[in-house]
């Protein structure tokens, strides 16, 4: 079932979030997050007309979409970008596809335009995940990253939704 986030799912999401963070190219940044800073995302993110949305699984949380703003400032306000996580054993099962497609649902729904992924040049599952889903690759910044003592290119993707 795919449903909103809420607070007290932080302690699930963070434990295969964190090890995510520490061990590999899913994200550049090497910083873990807290439960506090977690929980402060969840209940912004309906207050400011974004989702963050879970999978859930006879009561575990399997996986995670949340988007936002792709850049600041009011010409970017209908160009959305997305971060999607998922638990080692929600990989290959549908969920990731199921989590996209509710996060694209609830963007349309909210008037944005296109949603864009930030894809690690280390990642290419992640990439391989955005093509089948009808991203396309619009370009790439050459060793934007820096994670495990060298530079990762970045890769950006995006789907028009509107």
Known sequence: MIRAARPDDAPAILAFWN???RETLVTFNPTEKTETELRA??????L??????????D????????YGQFRAGVGYGRAME???ILAPAAQ????????MAAAEDHARRQGYHIMVAAVSGGNPQGRAFH???GYAEVG??????WKFDRYWDLVLMQKVLT
């Open 131 to 133: 093509a089948a889903l």
């Open 140 to 145: 790439v910044i050459p060793e934007a990253g």
């Open 19 to 21: 090890p995510l963070i």
């Open 48 to 57: 400011a007309g974004q989702a963050f949305l879970v999978a859930e699984v």
């Open 59 to 66: 009561g575990a949380i399997l996986g995670f979409v949340t």
């Open 82 to 84: 997305h971060t999607i």
């Open 92 to 99: 290959g099962k549908g969920v990731g596809r199921a989590l």
């Open 41 to 46: 995302t969840i209940e912004a993110k309906p």
